[in-house]
């Protein structure tokens, strides 16, 4: 049994702006192995090499493009295994060039993430005790920058919410791009719908 992401757009409906809904990780027994499946594992050792590779924290983690103490997650406000989906969610990273009018599902690299915690919740299944299945929230921001807008203003609040969010707890990722020829461009978070320590 290992876990694996249930997302669509058309269940969550986040067209619109910004917009929370749930996401699930799920143990179902994958059974064997398609093609296509056996493609997308391949592709995403690269990553799990990469995750890996990754310097490590027992007790904060930066888990945004923010670097400073006060935007690192405390690992010791979350449960076992939102810890490691925190840690799975480090990797993760945009697929496509159109990432911010792309459907959301299709924006980012979910089954490499998804591997990760997978086989991290295999290997230490007897400490981990990861539920059936999991539940967070994912925010979708879609914006159009405007030429004229304040950038640095722009990016000290910004700077300021994303400390207001790690402070309100819960907030596993925090990822946003670079806007794109026409000023569109796309920020998300990950949430867990309860950080309750074990």
């Known amino acids: ?40 594992t391949r592709k ?13 924290d027992d007790k904060l983690l930066q888990a945004s493009p923010y670097t400073e103490h006060e935007h690192l997650l405390d690992l010791a406000t979350l449960s076992k295994p939102l810890q490691q989906f925190a840690k799975a969610l480090r990797n993760m990273r945009a697929v496509r060039p159109d990432y911010a009018t792309a459907p959301y599902d299709q924006a980012f690299n979910w089954d490499s993430i998804v591997d990760v915690f997978s086989q991290t919740a295999r290997a230490h299944a007897d400490v981990l005790d990861v539920p059936d299945s999991l539940e967070f929230f994912v ?25 207001e969010a790690v402070e309100g707890g819960g907030l596993l990722k925090y990822w946003f791009g670079t806007p794109d020829q026409n000023g569109r461009n796309l920020a998300t978070c990950v949430s867990a719908s309860s950080t309750r320590s074990t």
Do not use: Y
């Open 44 to 56: 995403t050792e690269a990553d799990c090499v990469a995750l890996s590779r990754l310097p490590q």
């Open 139 to 163: 925010i979708v921001f879609r914006s159009r920058i405007n030429k004229q807008a304040d950038r640095q203003l722009l990016g000290e609040l910004d700077s300021a919410a994303h400390v």
């Open 1 to 40: 049994m290992a876990p694996r992401l249930n997302i669509g757009e058309d269940k969550w409906g986040v067209h619109t702006t910004p917009n929370a809904a749930p996401l699930f990780l799920e143990h179902k027994d994958l059974g064997q192995s398609s093609e296509n499946e056996s493609a997308r």
